[in-house]
């Protein structure tokens, strides 16, 4: 199934090859929107997946903080999501034609 996140009515990346892992579709590097990502010294660790990297979400001038997540060294267990992306903090995941359009208010 295709799959789009959405922040702010804008597409940040869109994939019919996601992996979903805990609940979360992780999106593959090449289907990412680079446009909208900013850098983030942010980190966290899960205990079986290891040392996750974090992107700022960018549109239209608004800030989604830490909005989007990644493994780039994964533990052994989690290889198959090196370097795919995950979101959360309000960023939709929806199937494609189920867009949510409107835009944030902050």
Known sequence: MRMQAIWNGE?????????VVEGN?????????????KPSDHHTVCSWKGLASYHHVEVDGKRNSNA???????SQAADKIKGYVGFWHGVQVVPAGEREVARSED
């Open 11 to 19: 597409v940040l990346a869109e994939s019919d090859e996601t992996i």
């Open 68 to 74: 989007a997540w990644y493994y780039p060294d994964p």
């Open 25 to 37: 579709h992780y999106f593959p590097p090449s289907s990412i929107i680079q446009a909208h990502f």
